[in-house]
């Protein structure tokens, strides 16, 4: 059974401060790692990809991967206070044919506060 | 506008009723999938279809049916069979660099 393990939260920053969102998961064999968001009661958005070892920076988000310790992380620069949603992480270690079997993790609430 | 429309966004089954999720693509996608996701909980995956005609179960996929009779059409039927249906239900769709985008998802409940 294929696991990606989150915190639930909630994780609570001041405004202005780094978030950091954190992912393990279980099978060795992973290549794609994926960071959705998703706002109460709304669809998950594709915000982050990563698929070799080391960051990835796209604007405030930061994706790192760690394949040796199997641990994918999210970090949020000048948190803002849109950026309070359930953060989850998706990795991706089946690819059949033209499809992606992404296992998700139960997601990370982040709060920021005022 | 390109993008994955689920409709309705709410949906009432009663006791012993089949009820269908539409959702249609306009992406030009290979692959749709059908998630489940319930409260706290991560996605859940009931079937994914790669090509027209052609569709797998998922982890999930007792008390479901699908059809993929179009490239851009990937209907999810629940059935009577699924004792526990109350749940919000995304369908997705993926090109060939593995990105899933999302519909903006049905909430299904018992009456």
């Known amino acids: 059974q294929k696991e990606v393990e989150q915190n639930s939260g909630p994780l609570s920053v001041p405004e202005g401060a780094i978030a950091s969102l954190n992912c393990t998961y279980s099978?060795?064999?992973?290549?794609?790692f994926f960071w959705y968001r998703q706002y109460s009661g709304k669809s998950p958005e594709l915000i982050m990809f990563?698929?070799?070892?080391g960051d990835k920076e796209d604007g405030r988000f930061t994706a790192q991967l760690n394949k040796a310790s199997q641990y994918v992380s999210l970090l949020i620069r000048d948190s803002q206070p849109s950026d309070s949603a359930t953060y989850l992480c998706a990795v991706n270690s089946v690819r059949t044919g033209t499809a992606s079997k992404l296992t998700f993790g139960t997601g990370t609430r982040l709060q920021v506060t005022l | 506008d390109g993008g994955i429309t689920q409709s309705p966004k709410y949906l009432f089954r009663k006791e012993g009723q089949n009820v269908t999720l539409s959702c249609e693509q306009n992406?030009?996608?290979?692959?749709m999938y059908w998630y489940r996701q319930d409260p706290g909980q991560g996605l859940r995956l009931i079937y994914y279809?790669?090509?027209?005609?052609?569709?797998q179960k998922g982890d999930i996929a007792e008390g479901y049916s699908v059809s993929r009779e179009k490239k851009e059409s990937f209907p999810l039927t629940v059935t009577s069979a699924q004792k526990n249906p109350t749940a919000f239900y995304l369908c997705?769709?993926?090109?060939?660099?593995?990105?899933?985008?999302f519909g903006s998802g049905t909430q299904l409940s018992v009456l």
């Open positions: 997705a769709s993926g090109g060939p660099n593995e990105k899933l985008f």
């Open positions: 099978d060795r064999g992973s290549q794609s």
């Open positions: 990563i698929y070799s070892n």
């Open positions: 992406l030009n996608h290979d692959a």
């Open positions: 279809s790669q090509i027209v005609n052609d569709f």
